[in-house]
């Protein structure tokens, strides 16, 4: 793009009216709409312990927002708005930058060379003030008392920057997939050859990949995994009754229940009761993609918090085992709680760390190793920005590297322990060719006695879910 003005002089009398639509700005699904609001101190206040806590470790914005204090003053619905308001501002806080310093410019920047020198420590210096004032105008303010408050917190030519924010906010819808467009929703212009990269692999069109990029921009539901025979139904009118706002959903043919908003549902009686569990739509089906039957022995071999491992013992009838490992003890122990609730008792686990071959029990090694191995590697998680906003910007060539290296560690470690006949299920949250097809092919290539059944994409664009692969290969 050329060199222009995108947008009137500072001395323009009206600003340009803004649009409020599906490809401008952002709204957070989830709770209902309200009219409650926070004020300008809070969010600055929040903001700023933020910043700080990440100047050295960047950590996940979740957990950290679960653990800070917070003024016990406030309502849970002010703390709910809080907690939006970071979350949803984590998604835009480049573009927020770009508007900030594209108001200090005369001419359109080139945003392709600006991304290549932006790092998220430049955020640092920018006021709360503006900060929050792009985050209001491009997700629709709703945190905010007024705006007023804004301005009376020495924001200056607030009508300017709507002008400015109208014009490229044109600018960017008219082109789609420029790097205008791709900062407007969320994504950084010097990930677009991965993107490409993904959408070639997946057959996807200029729409199909722009529907990708924007769903990255709203909260799947939480899905909930239930036993066969539930009437699902019942439970969705229970759930609602709850005050949940429960749907059933039909998924390639399978029934499903996944929650949008409402009451937590951890709160409710059949949660509570150990009646169901929740587990990403994608996440249930690479679980399902390891057919145990009754009586087979399956490793999970980063089994984490357990999820997956309880929805595999779960079409076991009680029958056969199931091994879970993982790195971290404190993982496991959560795994024993659920499956505890779940009243789940051929699980057994103990921490493997991927360095070296597993020791195979001896009812294993009978059998000359497992029927299912599942691999859910350790990655990117970039198949998760949906539910975690912040992560993208933890995403970089470095940190894809190392876990490329740490995935063909696994797998050259964990395939040894699939029977002949057996079969290896490796996993990802990630959609990046590197960690998931190219792996693969790379496996394949070093490991003959194995073959490839199935590769498979699984949740967004096409359901609205995390962003998983799974690759299911048999051991001659």
């Not at 050329?2 to 002089?9: D, L, N, Q, V």
């Not at 429960?246 to 009686?269: C, F, P, R, W």
């Not at 679980?287 to 145990?292: E, L, M």
């Not at 070296?356 to 190793?369: S, T, V, Y």
């Amino acid at each position: 793009m050329s060199a222009r003005k995108p947008y009137r002089s500072r001395s323009s009398s009206k600003p340009a009216g803004r649009k409020n639509n599906s490809q401008g700005g952002y709204q957070r699904r989830g709770k209902p709409a309200t009219n409650n609001t926070i004020n300008f101190e809070a969010l600055a206040d929040l903001r700023q312990r933020w910043l700080t806590a990440n100047e050295d470790t960047p950590q996940p914005l979740d957990r950290w927002l679960k653990h800070v204090h917070q003024d016990k003053t406030q309502t849970q619905q002010q703390r709910w708005l809080l907690n939006s308001a970071m979350i949803q501002a984590s998604r835009f806080q480049q573009l927020a930058q770009a508007l900030e310093d594209q108001f200090f410019q005369d001419e359109m920047i080139d945003w392709q060379q600006w991304d290549e020198q932006w790092s998220p420590k430049k955020l640092n210096a920018m006021s709360d003030e503006s900060f929050w004032y792009w985050i209001g105008l491009h997700c629709g303010g709703q945190w905010l008392k007024s705006r007023n408050e804004l301005i009376q917190n020495n924001l200056r030519d607030t009508s300017y920057r709507e002008r400015l924010y109208a014009a490229l906010r044109e600018a960017a819808l008219e082109q789609p997939l420029s790097p205008l467009w791709l900062l407007w929703h969320g994504i950084r212009p010097q990930w677009m050859p991965l993107l490409k990269q993904r959408a070639q692999q997946s057959g996807w069109d200029d729409k199909q990949l722009q529907r990708f990029i924007r769903k990255q921009n709203d909260f799947p539901p939480l899905w909930l995994r239930t036993p066969a025979d539930t009437d699902l139904p019942a439970l969705e009118q229970s759930l609602q009754q709850q005050g949940i706002d429960a749907q059933l959903k039909h998924i390639n043919g399978d029934t499903m229940l996944a929650a949008y908003g409402g009451k937590a549902v951890q709160t409710s009686e059949e949660y509570q009761q150990g009646l169901f569990e929740i587990q990403d739509l994608a996440s249930q089906q690479i679980a399902a993609a390891v057919a145990a039957k009754p009586g087979d022995k399956v490793w999970d071999a980063c089994a984490g918090a357990g999820g997956k491992s309880l929805a595999i013992a779960a079409t076991m009838a009680g029958k056969g085992s199931v091994t879970a490992t993982d790195l971290h003890a404190f993982k496991l122990d959560e795994l024993k709680r659920r499956a505890k609730r779940a009243q789940i008792q051929n699980i057994r686990s103990f921490t493997w760390d991927g360095s070296d071959a597993l020791r195979l029990p001896a009812e294993i090694k009978k059998q000359q190793g497992f029927d299912w191995v599942l691999i859910d590697a350790p990655c990117t998680s970039a198949g998760t920005w949906r539910r975690n906003p912040d992560a993208r910007w933890r995403f970089n060539n470095q940190d894809t590297q190392r876990q490329i290296g740490l995935q063909q560690q696994i797998l050259q470690h964990a395939s040894q322990a699939v029977r002949p006949g057996g079969y290896l299920v490796y996993a990802t949250c990630s959609w990046q060719l590197a960690e998931n097809e190219q792996q693969v092919e790379q496996f394949l290539q070093q490991q003959p006695e194995f073959s490839l059944v199935e590769q498979c994409l699984l949740g967004a664009p096409d359901e609205d879910a995390d962003c998983m692969f799974y690759a299911k290969l048999q051991r001659r």
